[in-house]
């Protein structure tokens, strides 16, 4: 029996493995991001969302569902920039269900909380 092709199927295997574990490893594949000045400061009121770990949603201190949210940002102005902070351990379903809202409305300032990485 000839070995010398398994060998081969085994070498680029293992290049593929190693290759993709590079980047596993790493969390990221590397970019450098482009620099841009500080912009100034936005004077509007951002308005907050909330997604609890049961999936509720919070807006204005209160808990909404999704069609509820979406009759009182329809009213709102636009140019609102809006804070989605969700828990960890929310479904992602909820979470794009929120996001979709406020496309769908034609929000486009908003902005994703998260906590930084433990170094």
């Known amino acids: 029996m000839n070995m010398l092709p398994f060998v081969d199927i085994m070498l ?10 590079s980047f ?4 990221r594949i590397p970019v450098n991001l482009p620099q841009a000045s500080a912009s100034p400061a936005d004077t509007s009121q951002t308005q907050t ?4 770990a049961a999936g509720t949603i919070h807006f204005g201190g209160e808990a909404l569902n999704a069609d509820t949210l979406k ?13 989605l902070r969700a828990d960890r351990t929310v479904q992602l379903q ?18 994703v909380q998260t906590e ?3 170094r």
């Open 24 to 27: 596993i490893a790493s969390g």
């Open 71 to 83: 009759t009182r940002l329809a009213a709102m102005d636009k140019q609102t920039p809006f804070l």
């Open 94 to 111: 909820r979470f794009i269900d929120v996001a979709d809202v406020l496309k769908q409305l034609g929000f486009a300032k908003v902005a």
């Open 116 to 118: 930084p990485a433990p």
């Open 49 to 52: 969302i909330v997604i609890d």
């Open 12 to 21: 680029v295997l293992l290049t593929i493995v190693l290759t993709t574990s």
